[in-house]
């Protein structure tokens, strides 16, 4: 059973930044495509950014040309790069892979204030 662990987050002021990591249990990381996911209080979770094993990249538009994905596959590790935060950045993110999902770690909560 992969287990998920992510870090990072923290309170800044809109404008700032923080870089989440992701780090994942197990032998099958490299070959997954990975995402992050956030879920702001009383929202469904969302998607934000997938990266492939091959290492391409996509993003919600929504943090389009602010956040940059990437991944360390010999630490089995997936980061996030958050720039130009915004309040509505403000949840709680997680990362998972593809469904069927991993089962889901406690997520890092990222607080931006105005």
């Keep these: 059973q992969v287990q998920l662990l992510e870090s990072g987050g923290g309170s800044v002021q809109a404008g700032g930044s923080l870089r989440l ?3 994942a249990s ?3 990381f490299s070959i997954n495509a990975m995402n ?3 879920q702001a209080p009383g929202k469904q979770r969302e998607w934000v950014a997938i ?3 091959g290492g ?6 929504s943090v389009k040309d602010r956040f940059t994905i990437s991944r360390d596959n010999a630490k089995n590790t997936v980061f996030l790069q958050m720039n130009s935060l915004r309040p509505a950045d403000t949840a709680v993110y997680y990362c998972n892979k593809n469904h069927p999902y991993w089962g889901w ?3 890092t909560q990222v607080t931006v204030s105005s």
């Design 56 to 61: 391409s990249t996509n993003y919600a538009d």
């Design 26 to 28: 197990g032998d099958t």
């Design 51 to 53: 990266i492939t094993s």
């Design 36 to 38: 992050w996911y956030r």
């Design 105 to 107: 770690g406690q997520g």
């Design 21 to 23: 990591s992701c780090a």
